[in-house]
Nanobody
Framework: QVQLVESGGGLVQAGGSLRLSCAAS????????MGWFRQAPGKERELVAS???????NYADSVKGRFTLSRDNALNTVYLQMNSLKPEDTAVYYC??????????????WGQGTQVTVSS
């Protein structure tokens, strides 16, 4: 199992920046993938960005060139740097960890979510 604690959300004007942090309760070096999802009111949760254990990153088209996902294995923390924020980025952002099970397959773990609000 892994517990995830997010921080860094808040209110920012359009064009501004925020950095989200997700601290894990165990080493993230062996976790299959970690990432950030978001859910806006009335919409489904969607992938924002993810990073695999080998380091490859994946970004949603809507955030490419604006958001950067990074990780610090020594601190067991992943970060989402969000620049040039837009009102449509407003959502609750959730940290996710996908962990291999000994019995096969994977399990998903989620943080509690952090609100990001971008005003126009």
């Amino acid at each position: 199992q892994v517990q995830l604690v997010e921080s860094g959300g808040g209110l920012v004007q359009a064009g501004g920046s925020l950095r989200l942090s997700c601290a894990a309760s165990r080493s993230i070096a062996s976790i299959n993938a970690m990432g950030w999802f978001r859910q806006a009111p009335g919409k489904e949760r969607e992938l924002v960005a993810s990073i695999a254990s080998g380091g490859s990153r994946n970004y949603a088209d809507s955030v490419k060139g604006r958001f950067t996902l990074s990780r610090d294995n020594a601190l067991n923390t992943v970060y989402l740097q969000m620049n040039s924020l837009k009102p449509e980025d407003t959502a609750v952002y959730y940290c996710n960890a996908r962990v291999s099970r000994l019995s096969g397959g994977t399990s998903d773990y989620w943080g509690q979510g952090t609100q990001v609000t971008v005003s126009s």
